[in-house]
């Protein structure tokens, strides 16, 4: 095993990292564009663990906006909604 294999093994998991973090957001971008463009809606939701920090932070990150607390029928979890509306 030569020196380097530890630093080799974090370059290789901060790169496979970062390209599935790219790859969440890029996706979530075409999502947006879809509904916008293609469908027309006139806003997206977001329903989201308040917990899951990361998809909290990506949704911000596409500019999507806190609405509310509300608990989904069934389920003893409160969950978080974003919404991000779309103009003419």
């Given at each position: ?28 971008c075409a999502v947006i564009e879809h509904a ?45 909604v974003y919404t991000m509306p779309f103009t003419?």
């Amino acid at each position: 095993m030569n020196g380097n294999a530890s630093g080799d093994n974090f370059l290789l998991e901060t790169e496979r990292l970062l390209l599935r973090k790219l790859t969440l957001e890029d996706a979530a971008c075409a999502v947006i564009e879809h509904a916008r463009v293609d469908v027309k809606l006139p806003r997206l939701t977001a329903i989201v663990s308040p917990e899951n920090e990361a998809s909290v932070r990506l949704i911000k990150k596409l500019g999507m906006r806190f609405e509310s607390v509300m608990q989904m029928p069934g389920e003893d979890q409160e969950v978080s909604v974003y919404t991000m509306p779309f103009t003419a």
